[in-house]
């Protein structure tokens, strides 16, 4: 897969935005692989937010996301998306899409190591 995640941009706290991750590679189908959105800060470590199982059902956030941010896909569209709301300051950093290729429609990854396929990041900016 070759992915191209879109949708940040500039937000006052408590604002929202969507953020897109779409398969543009012929040939291979993003159903076919885990996905996750990872975030880094300048001068931090890469840090996991949420991660979405193949069939969509199974989904994982770390703490400081959850009731905020959902994380959903649409299989027929190539596309995973990450729902932000009640966005705040602390959430502001470029934010990355990655997939795995998985035999299980149910599983999740929460490790970026776990990823092979990423793509360029957004960034995500929220102002207080």
């Known amino acids: 897969v070759q992915l191209q995640a879109s949708g940040g941009g500039l937000v006052q706290a408590g604002g929202s935005l969507r953020l897109s991750c779409a398969n543009s590679?012929?040939?291979?189908?993003?159903?076919?692989?885990?996905v996750g959105w990872f975030r880094q800060v300048p001068g931090k470590e890469r840090e996991f937010v949420a991660t979405?199982?193949?069939?969509?059902?199974?989904?994982y956030y770390r703490d400081s996301v959850k009731g905020r941010f959902t994380i959903s896909r649409d299989n027929t569209k190539e596309t995973v998306y990450l729902q932000m709301d009640s966005l705040k300051p602390e959430d502001t950093a470029v934010y990355y899409c990655?997939?795995?290729?998985?035999?299980?429609?149910?599983?999740?990854?929460?490790?970026?190591?776990?990823?092979?396929?990423w793509g360029p990041g957004t960034q995500v900016t929220v102002s207080s």
């Open positions: 979405i199982s193949r069939n969509g059902i199974s989904t």
């Open positions: 590679e012929r040939g291979r189908t993003i159903g076919s692989y885990v």
């Open positions: 990655a997939a795995e290729r998985h035999s299980s429609s149910y599983s999740v990854k929460k490790s970026e190591l776990d990823y092979h396929y």
